[in-house]
Antibody, heavy 122, light 109 residues
Framework: QVQLQESGPGLVQPSQTLSLTCSVS??????????WSWIRQYPGKDLEWIGY???????KYNPSLNSRLTISRDTSKNQFSLKLNSVTAADTAMYYC??????????????WGQGTLVTVSS | EIVLTQSPGTLSLSPGERATLSCRASQSVLRNYLAWYQQKPGQAPRLLISAASSRATGIPDRFSGSGSGTDFTLTISRLEPEDFAVYYCQQYGSSISYTFGQGTKLEIK
């Protein structure tokens, strides 16, 4: 079964770039049938969809983050990544990667990685 | 952006009782593309229901989803001790952005 694991720095300075990687095992990120997404959960527990990458490499972003966000991939490592520029304290959150189906009623997330906490602070 | 409002904020019930959780959308959810998730402390959310009423693989049949348009419900027919958690709804009918509700905490009475 597919498993996802987030990794990256737990502390990022304000105005810098937040960079995270999601390593996928048990399935290929280039396989037909699935897209690969990032979601974050704020300390108050609200959830926000960040964006996703198609199995073909295309991307779709949350409009509220579009100007600061890049999602990319490394197919040789079966990983996809998130880069968020110009971060502020408001970007402090638990960041999750998750798989989503690309057919049928796609748009739901399953499974999720365990999450990685990122704090933006000097 | 579609705003999802969940109620109640906290629901206090005893094991064996029936739980009814509500999720109301600010506008109609296209094709009833609404999902429900369960989150326990220290864990990632887990998918329970997709497309308003389709149970995910491995989810017990005491969990059921219903509703359409702007009003959706998650029902847990008979609460087990492991069901006490936070529940979130999520809409994915909008092609612009996916959004989540603020969550309902189901606690033991």
């Amino acid at each position: 079964q597919v498993q996802l694991q987030e990794s990256g720095p737990g502390l990022v300075q304000p105005s810098q770039t937040l960079s995270l990687t999601c390593s996928v095992s048990g399935g290929s990120i280039t396989s037909h049938g699935f897209y690969w997404s990032w979601i974050r959960q704020y300390p108050g527990k609200d959830l926000e969809w960040i964006g996703y990458m198609f199995n073909t490499g295309g991307t779709k972003y949350n409009p509220s983050l579009n100007s600061r966000l890049t999602i990319s991939r490394d197919t040789s490592k079966n990983q996809f990544s998130l880069k968020l520029n110009s971060v502020t304290a408001a970007d402090t959150a638990m960041y999750y990667c998750a798989r989503m189906p690309s057919t049928g009623s796609f748009g739901w997330f399953d499974p999720w990685g365990q999450g990685t906490l990122v704090t933006v602070s000097s | 952006e579609i705003v999802l409002t969940q109620s109640p904020g906290t629901l206090s019930l005893s094991p064996g009782e029936r739980a009814t959780l509500s999720c109301r959308a600010s506008q109609s959810v296209l094709r009833n593309y609404l999902a429900w998730y369960q989150q326990k402390p220290g864990q990632a959310p887990r998918l329970l229901i997709s497309a308003a009423s389709s149970r995910a693989t491995g989810i017990p049949d005491r969990f059921s989803g219903s509703g359409s348009g702007t009003d959706f419900t998650l029902t847990i027919s008979r609460l087990e001790p492991e069901d006490f958690a936070v529940y979130y709804c999520q809409q994915y009918g909008s092609s612009i952005s996916y959004t989540f509700g603020q969550g309902t905490k189901l606690e033991i009475k």
